[in-house]
C-alpha cells in the first residue's frame, strides 16, 4: 500500500542542540492553518497588513511565513542575529504593525533572548501588536506589555483547523526582502 502526499515528510528540522522534529505535508498544512486562524481571528491581520517575523530557523518561522502568505499579509524576514535597532530600521521602514518572534534561540550553544531585544526594537514604531513563541520554554524568563505580547500557545487553542485562502492577484505582493544594509541603509 503507497503512502499519499499527505502522509510523506515535509519537514525535517534539526536544531543546534540536537533536537530533530520532523512533519508531513498534513501536519504543516494544520500548522499554518492554525498559525493563520491566531493571526485572523485573534491578532486582526488582514490582507495587504505587513508583519516582520523576527525568528531563529526553527519549524514555527516556516510556519508563520505560510500562514502570512495564507492570508495575503506582507511578511518581511529579519535575520535573529540582528539587533535592535537593525530590526527597528526594517520594522519602520515595511511600516509592519506585528512582529511575531521567538522568547529565544541558540546561537553557537548561547541562549540569545530574542523577545527582550523585540521588545527594544519596538519602541517607537509601527507595531502594534507582538506574537511570540515559546522555544526555549520556561527557562527563559519573558517580559511582556499587556494587550501588545501575546503568547501564541496560549492562543493557538482557541484556533481553527482551516482558514479559508485570501484570493490575491498575481502582481500583489507577498514579502519584503531586506538587502543586508553592510554599505548603507537596508533597502527593501
Known amino acids: 500500500m503507497g503512502t499519499t502526499t499527505e502522509n510523506k515528510t515535509a519537514l525535517v528540522w534539526e536544531g543546534e542542540l540536537g533536537r530533530i522534529k520532523t512533519m508531513s505535508y498534513r501536519a504543516l498544512h494544520v500548522e499554518v492553518n492554525k498559525m493563520a486562524s491566531v493571526l485572523k481571528d485573534q491578532m486582526d491581520l488582514k490582507r495587504g497588513d505587513r508583519v516582520t517575523l523576527y525568528m531563529p530557523m526553527i519549524p514555527d518561522l516556516l510556519i508563520a511565513v505560510l500562514a502570512c502568505a495564507r492570508l495575503g499579509a506582507i511578511h518581511s524576514v529579519v535575520f535573529a542575529g540582528f539587533s535592535a535597532k537593525s530590526l527597528k530600521e526594517r520594522i519602520n521602514d515595511s511600516q509592519s504593525t506585528l512582529l511575531i518572534t521567538a522568547d529565544g534561540g541558540y546561537r553557537k550553544g548561547q541562549?540569545?533572548?530574542?523577545?527582550?531585544?523585540?521588545?527594544?526594537?519596538?519602541?517607537?514604531?509601527?507595531?502594534?501588536?507582538?506574537?511570540?513563541?515559546?522555544?526555549?520554554?520556561?527557562?527563559?524568563?519573558?517580559?511582556?506589555?499587556?494587550?501588545?505580547?501575546?503568547?501564541?500557545?496560549?492562543?493557538?487553542?482557541?484556533?481553527?483547523?482551516?482558514?479559508?485562502?485570501?484570493?490575491?492577484?498575481?502582481?500583489?505582493?507577498?514579502?519584503?526582502?531586506?538587502?543586508?544594509?553592510?554599505?548603507?541603509?537596508?533597502?527593501?
Request: glycine letters at 6%; zero cysteines.
Open 111 to 188: 541562549i540569545l533572548n530574542l523577545k527582550d531585544i523585540a521588545d527594544e526594537a519596538v519602541e517607537n514604531t509601527t507595531i502594534q501588536k507582538m506574537l511570540y513563541v515559546r522555544h526555549i520554554g520556561d527557562t527563559l524568563p519573558i517580559n511582556t506589555q499587556e494587550n501588545r505580547d501575546f503568547n501564541y500557545h496560549d492562543l493557538v487553542k482557541q484556533a481553527n483547523n482551516y482558514v479559508e485562502p485570501e484570493a490575491m492577484n498575481s502582481e500583489d505582493p507577498l514579502f519584503i526582502l531586506y538587502t543586508s544594509g553592510t554599505t548603507g541603509k537596508p533597502k527593501g
